[in-house]
């Protein structure tokens, strides 16, 4: 496996393609635009759920605890002889000459992934707990951040509005009120909050320990490597949730009654009643100064200390080198032509199963050299999202 990892990343000047990655939920409805084949959703099992998610550049398995499915949100790389090898895999022999210095130093590993999340209805409202809850069980803090491309979200699904935080003039004794009738009642928690509608081509951070009840349009969420919710809603759309939705979060050992007060500590209450929470956390598109007249490129994730993320667009029948100083996953969004190495182009449909040619890893030093990218179509832009890890931190000064 050795010989074959370094063989492919020498063979793509340091660059992987990649295979697609799809997690199957149990909940919720599809939002049906990941271009995948309508008799396609339900392609694990309907035990498993429909394919709702699709994982970018993931070394970190999902919580759903499907048998049938032990590397269930596992990238894999697929060498040019046709076979596949995990990028987690990868990582581990390739270390630094992967992914960098800093990450080597720093974590050990690629600490990041993305994905697109598509559901019809909006999500629970849930938070992902700080570094010490999250170690309890197992995990880590999820900061993330959310971008909703253009090219996907022709659909806005049941309702295109996110809810974050609380009200000014909520308690923390009627957050806990609703949490103690988790089981017993719909308890309308999002009546405590305050929904923003999303805008297409736009985005936000979402720091750990901050409630939030995701909007039905199709998202791009680069965020930190785990896979741990606290939901505190437990009716949606008519869905209810089994309580350990809500003690997700809690040991195993944890008594019963001590439940609710631990999840209560676990809350960001400060950023939850964030009086100015849309100027600290919506984040619109910055675009950067020009390398080439024939490529613009974006910040859509920024202004944190974990991941970030890019929107860099190359106009019709023209080549750019696109450089940058960190390690990255992309995914081309629009477009075909070559990156790199490779044949490159956007998906209109697939199959479970079958290759793609829209999702790459590149190295560092190949960032920092710059990848050669042409766009071959005469009419119509190339889009590609790219995520990087906390070595490519950006803060944009207003």
Known sequence: ???????????????????????????????????????????YGTKAGAIMERWFSSINKTRNNNLERADE?????????GGQVLLADAVKELKEELIGDTLQKRYGTWPVFAKFFDYANPLYFHMHPADEVAEKVGCSAKPECYYFPPQLNDCEGKRPSTYFGFNPEVTKEDVEKKLRQFSECDTHITALSRAFDLEVGTGWYIPAGVLHAPGSLLTYEPQWSTDLN??????VCGEVYDRHFLEDICPEDMKEEERIGYIMDAVDWEANFDPDFKEHYFRPPVILPKTDKNMTEKWVCYGNDFITAKETTIAPNCSVTLKDNAAYGCVIVQGFGTFGVYHAEAVNMMRV?????DEYFVCKDSAARGIQITNNSTTEPMVILQHFGPDNAVYISK
């Open 353 to 357: 199963g079958d290759l793609t040619a």
């Open 230 to 235: 606290c939901v505190f809603e437990n009716v």
């Open 1 to 43: 496996m050795e010989s074959m990892i370094r063989r492919t990343f020498e063979k793509g000047e340091g660059v992987f393609r990649m295979v697609p990655n799809f997690v199957s939920r149990t909940f919720n409805l599809p939002g049906r635009r990941l271009k995948l084949h309508p008799d396609d959703y339900y392609y």
């Open 73 to 81: 949100g596992l990238s894999y790389i697929l060498t040019f002889e």
